[in-house]
């Protein structure tokens, strides 16, 4: 951290900007988050405070900012390869300010990647949450809707619900101990009985 901090410290403060600097400094500034990130990570765990919104806080924060060093360490390699192959573009033709414009362009990447992997792996676990919850409130509604009655209470709902499947098998168990008898079967009205 101290020295990505001299590193900002100068190239922010004290020397002249190019094309390349401009890089670092953003790199240096990744690279500082990451490390903060990090430290009050291991702080919080060796203090045992790493459950909760401020973790997750940080942990979203340390992979955006090292997301963006690997992005910026990109760009600065494809950067240096033009300059060698195609050095009189590089020194006539190159965009004055594309340097701040694709970092600016790397740290809003960086951010929607790794807000969208956050989120996805947040909205799942809601949605989970969600599909664990509603469970019973289905078994309600369906054993409710058979008799077109909502007024039920939720023991007499849940009954209903389990009850023709229990039926069903009581039947098939009776029968299969007397082979010469085929099931009436509640579940299907259509059965016939055969002698």
């Known amino acids: 951290m101290v020295g990505n901090g001299i590193v900002i410290w100068f190239l922010g403060f004290r020397i002249k900007r190019n094309a390349?600097?401009?890089?670092?400094?953003?790199?240096?500034?990744?690279?500082f988050g990451y490390l903060l990130c990090i430290a009050v990570e291991t702080v919080?765990?060796?203090?045992?405070?790493?459950?909760?919104?401020?973790?997750?806080?940080?942990?979203?924060?340390?992979?955006?900012?090292?997301?963006?060093?690997l992005y910026l360490l990109t760009t600065i390699s494809i950067e240096r390869c033009l300059s060698?192959?195609?050095?009189?573009?590089?020194?006539?033709?190159?965009?004055?300010?594309?340097?701040?414009?694709?970092?600016?362009?790397l740290w809003a990447l960086s951010f929607l990647i790794c807000g969208l992997g956050y989120i996805s792996c947040s909205i799942?676990?809601?949605?989970?949450c969600v599909n664990s919850s509603l469970n019973p409130v289905i078994y309600f509604l369906v054993g409710s809707y058979r008799d077109r009655r909502f007024r039920d209470t939720l023991k007499?709902?849940?009954?209903?619900?389990?009850?023709?499947e229990l039926d069903c098998r009581g039947e098939q168990e009776t029968t299969d101990a007397d082979p010469e008898m085929t099931p009436i079967s509640h579940c299907n009205p259509d059965a016939t009985v055969s002698v």
């Not at 390349?20 to 690279?31: E, M, P």
């Not at 203090?47 to 992979?63: H, K, T």
């Not at 799942?124 to 989970?128: A, C, M, N, P, R």
Request: aromatic share 18%; hydrophobic share 55%; proline share 3%.
């Open 124 to 128: 799942g676990f809601v949605l989970s």
């Open 156 to 164: 007499v709902a849940l009954q209903k619900v389990f009850e023709e």
């Open 84 to 105: 060698v192959l195609f050095p009189v573009w590089f020194r006539c033709h190159r965009p004055k300010h594309l340097s701040s414009i694709m970092s600016a362009l």
């Open 20 to 31: 390349f600097s401009i890089y670092i400094l953003n790199l240096a500034a990744a690279d």
């Open 44 to 69: 919080q765990y060796l203090m045992q405070f790493n459950i909760g919104v401020q973790f997750g806080i940080f942990l979203f924060l340390d992979l955006f900012v090292y997301g963006t060093g």
